[in-house]
């Protein structure tokens, strides 16, 4: 994926007046020839090793960390921002300038992202963040041109900036000192949700998320986990609950947490019924058994995320039913809401 994709990041990641961004690559333990091949095929780019796999969320707190610390010893500058971006993102030419922009701009803004479009076909949204995230009243994510597996067709229907809720971990701007006031993303979470709770966590702390459709990217995706796969299901599952259980208001914890309970019930036996995966309806079980093991070890963390919040209802946290619209009004597209 890196030898198809890096050379337009390292060809097009330029800041103001054409200075150069440094593009950096965080091994997070990888056991092929990764870096051998980086070394051969991108000598200017800036390696950043793991002694281990840490998953998607810790292995950037552990990059970002490690990175700081040799810019510290080397007396380099901090970086303002931090762009996470996966390996599978292809860019064009001053793709970057209208996210920094529209960043420069706006000081309340801690986080864009781009409008993602999809690399198999570039006149489709992507699926993984679309032109911006969204979740509803019990903490199902969906985006502007993507809800559930229904996929809109660009047709620049969502080209103004918007604010949302969670700004996709493919490709996420987020200034450096916001990162880290918020705690960074959740290395507990191993993969799965995490810039959700990330975004939702600045949303609550008055920091505003945003899409800047102006910037474009495309991604291929599906690189780490298909779907259909039970562990991919039991980190959606298992985090998706984590998340609403560190972040959702006291008046409203119970409530949603009772309808997930039945909500995730159904969707388990519905993968039986209709035969998708007996491993992914063990998934969902077990995802459910080992949140409620866990569920503890992030009373801190709640408490913490609540009493701090400025902000108790964050945009981009809708009031409706997603799976209502979709399944029984049939609304399947962001527009018809």
């Known amino acids: 994926m890196m030898q198809k994709y890096l050379p337009s990041v390292t060809e097009h990641s330029k800041g103001k007046d054409n200075t150069k961004v440094e593009v950096i690559v965080a091994d997070n333990g990888s056991t092929d020839d990764s870096i051998e091949m980086l070394h051969r095929e991108f000598p200017a780019v800036r390696i950043v090793t793991l002694d281990r796999n840490y998953g998607f969320a810790e292995g950037y707190n552990k990059a970002f960390e490690k990175l700081d610390k040799e810019n510290k010893e080397q007396q380099r500058p901090l970086p303002d921002y931090y762009l996470l971006l996966n390996s599978d993102v292809r860019v064009k030419a001053d793709w970057l300038t209208p996210m920094l922009d529209y960043m420069q701009e706006h000081s309340e803004v801690a986080a864009c992202q781009p409008k993602l479009l ?3 076909n570039p006149k489709m949204f992507e699926y993984a963040g679309a032109c911006g995230g969204f979740i509803d009243k019990y ?4 985006c502007r041109g993507r ?5 809109e067709e660009d047709c620049g229907q969502y080209d103004e900036p918007k604010e949302i809720l969670w700004a996709t971990g493919a490709c996420l701007l987020i200034r450096r000192q916001d990162y880290w006031n918020c705690g960074g993303l ?3 979470f191993f993969a799965h949700n995490e810039e959700i709770d990330l975004c939702w966590r600045l949303n609550l702390m008055g920091r505003k998320v945003v899409c800047v459709p102006q910037s474009v990217a495309y991604h291929y995706g599906g690189g780490t986990l298909p779907k259909g796969n039970p562990r991919k299901a039991y980190l959606n599952f298992r985090n998706n609950l984590t998340m609403l259980y560190k972040n959702l208001p006291d008046e ?3 409530s949603v947490m009772r309808w997930r309970t039945l909500l995730d019930y159904i969707a388990a036996l519905q993968m039986l019924i209709l035969g998708r995966s007996y491993g992914e309806f063990k998934a969902v079980l077990k995802a459910r058994r080992d949140f409620k093991a866990w569920k503890k070890d992030f009373l801190a963390d709640r408490t913490r995320i609540q009493s701090n919040a400025k902000v108790n209802s964050p945009a981009g946290r809708t009031s409706i039913s997603i799976l209502w619209q979709y399944y029984v ?4 597209r962001f527009s018809k809401l």
């Open 139 to 142: 903490g199902y994510p969906y």
């Open 186 to 188: 959740d290395g507990r």
């Open 118 to 120: 999809s690399d198999v």
């Open 252 to 254: 409203e914890l119970k």
């Open 329 to 332: 009004k049939g609304k399947k």
């Open 147 to 151: 809800i559930f597996n229904t996929v």
